[in-house]
């Protein structure tokens, strides 16, 4: 308790500076709002920090393993696809406790998760910006999580530094980074896929379909191909099959060349 009273009346002093500061923000020129404040890059609108692209293959085949389809059913499929990954960065404090003035503290809890939710260039050093609490304040904090002893407000999209002196309690908390990750929707890049279609008289049919992602549109361009019923081999579009049984109820078969 007595060191408490002890910071109190260190930073008595201070708290005028806190009330001329916060007094005349909303009072100057243009020139000065620059002057004065910090420009914020702030985290996309939805809170994530960046973008990766993650490419992802999926194919339905499997090389000398017997399969059966039917008509209108899938023989050899291979497709590749890019998703959107998104990476939300949080900080959770590693103890209770908080900035501490003569005035209102900026407290903190271990027991929250707090999001990023931009950063600032402040003498050739980048801080990350805590979501401000209630009343508005602002923690900044360094890439290793270490707390910046002066508070923040945001006044037209841009950080103010309050003049009021802070002491940090207890002196070796810190934020720990903690990440999340989402997914956005897959859009397939390129692939092909073979449909058996069935019996046209005594031939086969199949349909080759090759997929492409031009411009921001899918792209098809489809083949048709009819065999013999009674060939034991057929190929085309470098793909091998060997067929084992055939009826009007569907195919057995084999991929052996892709």
């Known amino acids: 308790m007595k060191k408490i009273f002890m910071v109190l009346a260190v930073l008595g002093l201070s708290s005028c500076f806190y ?3 916060d007094y005349t923000l909303g009072r100057r020129n243009a020139f000065n709002d620059f002057f004065y404040t910090y420009n914020i890059r702030y985290y996309d609108d ?11 293959s999926e194919s339905d085949f499997k090389e000398g393993v017997a399969r059966h389809t039917v008509p209108g059913g899938i023989v ?16 959770r404090p590693s103890k209770k406790g908080g900035l501490v003035s003569y005035t209102v503290p900026v407290e903190f809890s271990d027991e929250k998760r707090y999001k990023l939710i931009g950063e600032v260039e402040i003498e050739g050093s980048v801080y990350r910006l805590v979501e401000p609490n209630r009343f508005g304040d602002v923690i900044l ?6 707390i910046y002893k002066r508070v923040g407000r945001i006044y037209n999209n841009r950080l103010a530094l309050l003049n009021t ?7 070796d908390a810190i934020f720990k980074y903690e990440t999340s990750t989402s ?41 048709k191909y009819e065999f013999p ?23 057995e078969y084999k991929v052996t060349k892709i």
Request: charged share 25%; glycine share 12%.
């Open 19 to 21: 009330l001329k500061g």
């Open 46 to 56: 939805e809170g994530f920090k960046g973008e990766d692209v993650e490419f992802i």
């Open 76 to 91: 050899v499929s291979s497709k590749m696809y890019e998703m959107a990954v998104y990476s939300n960065d949080y900080v």
């Open 141 to 146: 904090i360094n890439n290793y999580g270490d």
């Open 165 to 171: 002196a802070f002491i940090l309690e207890p002196a």
């Open 183 to 223: 997914t956005g929707s897959k859009e397939i890049v390129q692939g092909f896929e073979v449909r058996y279609l069935g019996l046209k008289g005594y031939n086969m049919v199949f349909e080759y379909n090759r997929i492409s992602h031009i411009g921001g549109d899918v792209i098809e361009d489809k083949k």
């Open 229 to 251: 019923m009674y060939d034991e081999k057929v190929s085309f579009e470098g793909i091998g099959l060997q067929i084992l049984d055939i009826n009007d109820a569907g195919l």
